[in-house]
């Protein structure tokens, strides 16, 4: 069965600098994966997503994300944050069976000045 | 605007009622689901549904019914079955032309609060 695990339940970030959010999957054959961004008390919006072609991706509000099947990873980064991009990240594999998306559990980012 | 609708956004219920959240969209998505928010616990896909007059059960169907008379809405309603209803709601859908192209687009979402 399909799975997701994001390591980090809360990253603390400076403005300005990098951000880089991990996640790990686990599944038989090639993944579908995703990243999506929620503010508190909205729903989900889709930054990225990785189906297949080139492991690196570019998704919207800077954010690009590096699909490794060595690793079993699909990590999302972003060179410079901003103070909007404190939210909650959630990483999810889609692909083990039509429409069943997995999640993992979401990390929260917090932005300081 | 295309886009998934949800209502209303804050419901309270006493214990013992049975409540409907409503769950719209004008995609023209044949593919429409139910998930569940919990702090800590990422999202739980509660029903699908990839046609209209047909669903399916997700990993935490119990307690909770739903309906899909038309493509455009799948309501869900949460019965006084359901041991801890007070959550947050999130309804998606997706076309899905393929498994390769199936990407899940969010509402606003709805939160539940028993008293």
């Known amino acids: 069965a399909q799975s997701v695990t994001q390591p980090d339940i809360h990253i603390t970030v400076s403005e300005g600098a990098s951000l880089e959010l991990r996640c790990n999957y686990s599944?038989?054959?090639?993944?579908?994966l995703f990243w999506y961004v929620q503010s508190p008390g909205q729903g989900l919006q889709l930054l990225l997503k990785?189906?297949?072609?080139?492991?690196l991706v570019q998704g919207i509000k800077g954010f690009e994300a590096e699909f490794k099947r060595s690793q079993s990873s699909f990590n999302l980064r972003k060179p410079s944050v901003h103070w909007s991009d404190a939210a909650e990240y959630f990483c999810?594999?889609?692909?083990?069976?039509?429409?069943?998306?997995?999640f993992g559990a979401g990390t929260q980012v917090v932005v300081t000045p | 605007d295309g886009g998934i609708t949800q209502s209303p956004k804050y419901l309270f219920r006493k214990e013992g009622q049975n409540v409907t959240l409503s769950c719209e969209q004008n995609?023209?998505?044949?593919?429409m689901y139910w998930y569940r928010q919990d702090p800590g616990q990422g999202l739980r896909l509660i029903y699908y549904?990839?046609?209209?007059?047909?669903?399916q059960k997700g990993d935490i169907a119990e307690g909770y019914s739903v309906s899909r008379e038309k493509k455009e809405s799948f309501p869900l309603t949460v019965t006084s079955a359901q041991k801890n209803p007070t959550a947050f709601y999130l309804c998606?859908?997706?076309?899905?032309?393929?498994?390769?192209?199936?990407?899940?687009?969010f509402g606003p979402g709805t939160r539940l609060t028993v008293l």
């Open positions: 998606a859908s997706s076309i899905p032309a393929s498994q390769e192209t199936d990407t899940q687009y």
């Open positions: 599944y038989g054959a090639t993944p579908y």
């Open positions: 990785y189906f297949s072609g080139d492991t």
């Open positions: 999810a594999v889609s692909g083990d069976s039509w429409g069943k998306f997995q």
């Open positions: 995609l023209n998505h044949d593919a």
């Open positions: 549904s990839q046609i209209v007059n047909d669903f």
